[in-house]
DNA sequence: CATCATAGACTACAATTGTAATCCAGGCAA
DNA sequence: TTGCCTGGATTACAATTGTAGTCTATGATG
C-alpha cells in the first residue's frame, strides 16, 4: 500500500482529466484556468510533476503529447481515503464518521444516503462496485 | 472552517498530551520517544512549533514549562475530518464510506458500528458516542 | 520571410515539514 | 569548582509544494 504521491494543486489537474481525456496540454490547461486563477504555466508544471510520479501518462499524437489519469477517480479517492483513514482513525472509518455527526456537520441527506449504504452493504456484504485497484497516501 | 495547521509528526506530540496533560517537555519526549525513533531535539522542535502555532499552551512551573492541547483530540479530529472531506468529497461523507466500502476495506465489525452509528443518529441524538481510535506509529 | 505565441524542458524561489545540531544558562555530580 | 546534562532558543538543511519564469524549437501568421 504506497500512498498517492499527488498534491492538492496537482489534483485539480487529475479533475480534468477524470472529466475528460484524454487531452492536451493546452487544453488541460484551458480547462483548469477556468476555475483557478493560474498561469498556464504553473498548470503546466503541474503535468509535469505527474508525469514525473507516474500519475499520468503521455503519449505523442500528431501536434504533441496527450495526457490521461493512470487511476481513475474512484481508486484515487479511495487511495487517498484509505490513507487518511489509516493515519486519523487507525483504519477504521466509523469514527470519522462519528466525528463528523458530533460537529452537526451530518446534514439529513448525508444521514439518508449512509444509511442506505449501510443497507446495500449488510445485504450485498462483497462490493457495491467492482473496483480493486488498491493503494494509499495523503496529508492534511 | 479553518484548517488545523498540525502536520503528522507535530500530531504525535499532541496525542501524548491527549493521554495525559499537562506535561513538561521532558515528559513528553520521554512519551513520544517510545514509539517513535526520534532525537529528544526532534520532539522539542516539534513542541515549540506547536507552541508558535498556538495549538498548545505553555505555562510556567517551578522547574520549568509545562504544555497542554488547546483543542481535545475529538475537536481536533472532527477539524482534520472536515478539511480532508470538505477538500476530496465537497464535504460529504458518504461518498467516503462507499469509496471504503468499494476498496474492501469496511470489515464486518466497521459495519456493524457504522449501522449502529446511523441508527443512533436516525433517532435525533445528535451526539453519538463511539470512541476510541487509534494512534498511528508510522506515516504510511 | 520575420515574428510571435506555444509546448516542453529546465530553473527559481519562498514556505512548510521532517529531522536534527549548535549555543547558552543553570543545576548537579565529582 | 568544574565540567556535563537538560531545557529553551536559534539555526540548519534537504525534500516537497505552490507558483511561476527562462530558454528553445517549432508551427502559425502577417
Redesign the pocket.
Known amino acids: 500500500m504506497k500512498d498517492i504521491?499527488v498534491?492538492?494543486?496537482?489534483r485539480l489537474v487529475m479533475e480534468a482529466l477524470w472529466k475528460s481525456a484524454p487531452l492536451?496540454?493546452?487544453e488541460i490547461?484551458e480547462r483548469v484556468c477556468r476555475s483557478e486563477?493560474?498561469?498556464?504555466?504553473?498548470v503546466?508544471?503541474?503535468i509535469?510533476r505527474l508525469v514525473d510520479k507516474g500519475m499520468i501518462n503521455r503519449h505523442s499524437t500528431e501536434g504533441?503529447?496527450s495526457y490521461q489519469p493512470v487511476l481513475d477517480r474512484a481508486a484515487f479517492m479511495q487511495g487517498k481515503s484509505a490513507s487518511f483513514v489509516a493515519r486519523m482513525f487507525g483504519g477504521r472509518v466509523a469514527p470519522l464518521v462519528a466525528a463528523f455527526a458530533e460537529s452537526r456537520s451530518l446534514s439529513d441527506d448525508d444521514l439518508r444516503e449512509l444509511r442506505s449504504l449501510v443497507d446495500a452493504l449488510e445485504k450485498g456484504d462483497g462490493s457495491v462496485s467492482d473496483r480493486q485497484d488498491k493503494e494509499s497516501g495523503d496529508?492534511d
Open positions: 504521491p498534491t492538492d494543486a496537482e492536451t496540454s493546452g490547461v486563477d493560474w498561469s498556464p504555466k504553473t503546466r508544471t503541474l509535469s504533441g503529447y496529508n
